[in-house]
């Protein structure tokens, strides 16, 4: 769903709420001291890239450090999910995986199929191994869907994913520290 000013919540209104339960969580974008993995896809690969830009901008604004920092390349979206469990491994190399891709309907017959299992895989391995895989692969009717989602500013879907992989880290660190 497209963002609008009329549907984010007010952060005001996350502290009114929070007065109201016993225990309210809200996630930090500190990358200081994080481990990401990044599963590109190189199938329309100069989408990817503005997407890598984005991405990688906000981790480094974050504090992430570029040493901890792993990339790998899949040949197209539908191989991102298992690059992204090979990326965590059995030992959780990684905080969280950002996977970025392109997949345009305008150019295949069978988009449907490599954009929904590229969903569901990237869903099953987050919930399997209970590490953030975030969603960065775009799935758009054109070539100029695809353009205006990686245009390099605070919209783009790289920058959004990585900060979302940040933000979910966060979030899971704080819950299983929880007694
Ligand atoms: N892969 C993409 O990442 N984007 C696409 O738009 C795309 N199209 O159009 O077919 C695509 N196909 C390749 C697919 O991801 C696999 O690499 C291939 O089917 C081999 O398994």
Same mark, same amino acid.
């Given at each position: 769903m497209k963002k609008t000013a009329s549907t984010e919540i007010d952060?005001?209104? %996350?502290?009114?709420? #929070? *007065?109201?339960?016993?225990?309210?969580l809200t996630a930090s974008q500190d990358g200081r001291g994080r481990r990401i993995g990044v599963a590109a896809g190189r199938f329309n690969g100069a989408i990817t890239l503005r997407l890598l830009e984005g991405a990688l901008g906000a981790l480094a604004e974050a504090g992430v450090e570029r040493r901890?920092?792993?990339?790998?390349?899949?040949?197209?979206?539908?191989? %991102?999910?298992?690059? #992204? *469990?090979?990326m965590i491994g059995a030992t959780r190399r990684v905080d969280a995986v950002i996977t970025l891709g392109a997949v345009i309907r305008g150019d295949t017959g069978h988009y449907d199929l490599v954009a929904g299992e590229c969903a569901r895989g990237i869903q099953d391995v987050q919930l399997a191994t209970g590490v953030p895989v975030v969603f960065g692969v775009l799935?758009?009717?054109?070539?100029?869907?695809?353009?205006?989602?990686s245009l390099p500013d605070h919209t783009n879907k790289g920058r959004e994913a990585a900060l979302t992989a940040l933000e979910m880290i966060s979030l899971v660190d704080q819950l299983s520290s929880r007694s």
């Open positions: 952060p005001e209104a %996350i502290a009114e709420v #929070a *007065q109201r339960v016993g225990t309210s901890d920092v792993v990339l790998a390349w899949a040949p197209g979206a539908f191989e %991102i999910p298992l690059l #992204a *469990q090979a799935t758009t009717e054109n070539l100029d869907q695809a353009l205006v989602r």
